[in-house]
C-alpha cells in the first residue's frame, strides 16, 4: 500500500496565514457559530440560544477590527487576507443576521426576499469594494473611505432583534405586527434589512474610514 506524502507542501498554505488571517477565521467561526444557534433555536425557542446567537455578532465584529489592526501593525497585508475578510464578513455580517431574522419570525415570503436581498447587497457591496480599493487609496495605499456603509454595520440589526427578543417582541408578537398584501404577508421589520442592504450599495452614501 502507497503511503500518503507528507511533504512539507500539503501544509504551505496553513504556513502562508498571518496571525491576522487567524483572527479573521475567527470572525467567520462567530458567523458560523451564530447561524446555527438562530437554527437551535427555531426548534428550542430557548430564550438563550437567541440571544447567543445574536452575541456571536459583536464576538465577529471584534474579530474584525482586530484582524485589522494586527496585519496593520506587523505590515502584512495580503491578496489572501483581504479575500479571506471578504468571505468571513459575508458569513457573519450577510447570512447570520438573516438567519437570525428569519429565527425571530421573518418567514413569510416576503421577508425571504428582504432578507435575500440583504445578504445579496453584502455580497455586492464586499465585491465592489475589493475591486475599487486601489483607486480610492491615497498615496499611502490606505483607502480613505468606504463607498456605501460597511457590511458590519449589520450589527446594528442583530442589536436590535436580540432587544426585541428582550422584550419577548419576537414570533408572533414581532414589533409591527404584520401586513397582508393581497395573498402576501409582510413583516415591517424585515424594511430593516431592505433599508440596510440598500445603504450598503449606495455609490453616494461615503463612510470615512479610520
Known sequence: MQERSTSPRHFSMIRGFHLADFLTLGNAACGVAGI???MRFMVSQTFMDF???ASMAPAAFIFDVFDG???RWRQ???ALGRELDSLA????FGVAPAALGFAAGLQSGLDCVALIYFVCCGVSRLARFNVTAESMADDGGKVRY?????????????????WA???????????GSAWTIGPLVLHPVSLLFVISGTLMISK???VPKF
Open 51 to 53: 440571544m447567543l446567537a
Open 76 to 78: 502584512q497585508h495580503s
Open 36 to 38: 446555527f444557534l438562530a
Open 165 to 175: 427578543a428582550w422584550h419577548d417582541r419576537i414570533g408572533a408578537q414581532l414589533y
Open 204 to 206: 453616494t452614501v461615503h
Open 69 to 71: 489592526k494586527v496585519a
Open 146 to 162: 468606504f463607498e456605501g456603509t460597511p457590511i458590519p454595520t449589520s450589527v446594528l440589526l442583530t442589536a436590535f432583534l436580540a
Open 89 to 92: 464578513d459575508v458569513i457573519s
